[in-house]
C-alpha cells in the first residue's frame, strides 16, 4: 500500500485546493439491439407490459392488434401516447409491445411506464423530460387484500342487533 499524507485543513476552501476533481460522469449510451430496437418493462397494478420501439411512423401494435382495437376507449390511448407528447416524438416510433394481468386501465398504464423506459434507453437526454412528467415513476398503488372477519378488505359485514 501506498502511505497517505495526512493534511490538516483549516477551511473548506482548502479542501477545493487538495482533492483532486472528478471527472464528470458520461451519459449513459443508447441499449439498441441488433434490429434496431430498444426493449423495457412497465408495470402498474397486476399488469405487465413489454415494450419494443423501433424507429418508424408512429405505429403502435398491442397484443399483435391495433391500439385502436385493443384499447376502444380514446382516455386509455392518451394515457399510451402521453410520453410521446411531453418528449415530441409522436410520430417517430413504431411500438410493439405484449401486456398481460390486470385490467385495461392498468394495462395502458403499464404500457405507458415500459414506453418511457424505453425511450429514456433509446434516448438519454430525455430523461429529464419524461422524470419531471412523472413517466419513470412505478405507480405502486395494488389493491389491498381482504382479511379474515371482513367482508373485503376494510368493509365490515352488515351489522344487525336482532
Known amino acids: 500500500m501506498a502511505e497517505e499524507e495526512s493534511v490538516t485543513l483549516d477551511s ?11 471527472a464528470d460522469a ?5 441499449q439498441i439491439d441488433a434490429q434496431g430496437r430498444t426493449y423495457a418493462t412497465g408495470k402498474r397494478k397486476d399488469a405487465v407490459a413489454r415494450v419494443w420501439i423501433k ?28 410520453p410521446f407528447d411531453a418528449t415530441e416524438r409522436r410520430e417517430q416510433y413504431d411500438i410493439v409491445c405484449t401486456v398481460g394481468g390486470g385490467g385495461l386501465s392498468g394495462q395502458a398504464g403499464a404500457v ?14 430525455l430523461r429529464k423530460v419524461l422524470k ?17 372477519g371482513r367482508a373485503k378488505a376494510r368493509r365490515s359485514f352488515q351489522f344487525s342487533k336482532r
Request: proline share 8%; charged share 30%.
Open 112 to 125: 405507458r411506464h415500459g414506453l418511457s423506459r424505453a425511450l429514456v434507453l433509446r434516448e438519454p437526454d
Open 55 to 82: 424507429p418508424g411512423n408512429g405505429k403502435i401494435t398491442v397484443n399483435k392488434r391495433e391500439v385502436e382495437v385493443y384499447f376502444a376507449r380514446p382516455a386509455l390511448r392518451m394515457i399510451i401516447n402521453q
Open 12 to 22: 473548506l476552501a482548502e479542501l477545493g485546493q487538495v482533492a483532486e476533481p472528478v
Open 26 to 30: 458520461a451519459a449513459p449510451e443508447p
Open 132 to 148: 419531471s412528467g412523472g413517466f419513470l415513476t412505478r405507480d405502486s398503488r395494488v389493491v389491498e387484500r381482504k382479511k379474515y
